[in-house]
């Protein structure tokens, strides 16, 4: 499993730069952030799961931080807030894997907001009582968006790191604006 997880995000990277040339020739433009934040919610609740996630998720994790987010048409700092749900693949115990679905994350600054949906996959080593590292290989699409957002399209990959709800990570992606 191991292998083959880090081989499709090798291959969703490499399809993501040979696309990148005719994209960037239809209109496209690169987006670019860094964030830095933190868990800020873990909801195992089975009522809540079962009301916010596909079938088979284990529980919904709510984070929060900021975003240095580069684009055409936006480039600055922006508040972050996403949520998504997970669920094992593999025991939790040394070295495992989980996958992540139904992830929003919403970046806000002044008037300007956009909105990414997420899902993929973690790869966890620790304890989950006390200490872990989650490595995050996540690909998002833009479903939404205010201000120069408002009309914008696109696509990338998430790469996280949590290291004991101390979360750091990057974006790269493809963005349109509709105007």
């Known amino acids: 499993m191991k292998r083959s997880m880090w081989k499709i995000a090798i291959l969703t990277t490499a399809f993501m730069l040979l696309a990148a ?30 009301e916010r996630c596909p079938e088979g998720f284990e529980w919904i994790l709510d984070s929060a931080g900021a975003m240095d987010l580069k684009t055409r048409a936006f480039e600055g700092e922006m508040a972050v807030e996403s949520q998504h749900c997970s669920r094992w693949l593999t025991p939790p115990e040394g070295k495992a894997w989980g996958q992540i679905g139904a992830g929003l994350m919403i970046l806000t600054a002044g008037d300007d907001e956009l909105h990414l949906a997420y899902e993929g996959y973690f790869r966890f080593k620790g304890d989950v009582e006390t200490e872990w590292v989650s490595k995050v290989v996540a690909k998002f699409r833009i479903v939404g968006g205010e201000g120069v957002f408002a009309d914008a399209t696109g696509k990338g990959l998430l790469f996280m790191t949590d290291e ?13 604006f509709g105007r």
């Open 21 to 50: 040339a005719p994209a960037m020739a239809c209109g496209a433009h690169r987006l670019k952030g860094s964030f830095e934040g933190g868990t800020v919610g873990f909801n195992p609740d089975p009522t809540a799961v079962g």
């Open 164 to 176: 004991t709800n101390v979360q750091t990570g990057r974006l790269k992606g493809l963005i349109r």
